[in-house]
């Protein structure tokens, strides 16, 4: 990452678009997200869970066992910086989850984007518009 490069945390519904195209809208938004990550223009970031969500919300879109070992090494390629929910993040994630009635997972996200003092991407409205951090609704 150059010094020049924004950090910003990336939520599931954003990396989602990454593997399915079908019935999602802004799919080239987070593309473009992606490569300018991959080019070292921009950092993303992610709590470790993320990774199970993702594939979770395959699995629910009929990928077989197979597919999502591929998912997984895929997203791994990618190179995000991955945070592990530790009792710290896991404490933030609490109290944004509880004054924001946000769920914890999506807390998660709020929580290192506070943490990393960045911008939280992603296409979910609820949380976008929660105001439990900075945010853009990809879109």
């Known amino acids: 990452m150059s010094e020049a490069a924004v950090r910003r945390v990336v939520d599931t519904s954003v990396t989602t678009k990454w593997f399915v195209a079908e ?21 993303l970031a992610s709590p470790d869970h993320m990774r199970l969500e993702v594939l979770n919300a395959l699995k629910q879109r009929r990928f077989d066992g197979d597919e999502l070992m591929r998912v997984a090494d895929v997203l791994e390629g990618f190179r995000l910086q991955w945070h ?14 509880a004054r924001y009635g946000l769920t914890l997972y999506d807390a998660a996200f709020a929580a290192l984007a506070v943490e990393l003092d960045c911008e939280l991407v992603t296409a979910d409205r609820r949380l976008a518009s929660s105001g439990a951090c900075r945010a853009r609704l990809l879109g």
């Open 23 to 43: 019935r999602e809208s802004h799919v080239a938004e987070s593309w473009e997200l992606l490569q300018d990550h991959l080019a070292g223009a921009a950092a």
């Open 84 to 97: 592990p929910v530790d009792a710290q993040l896991a404490r933030a994630a609490g109290s944004i989850a």
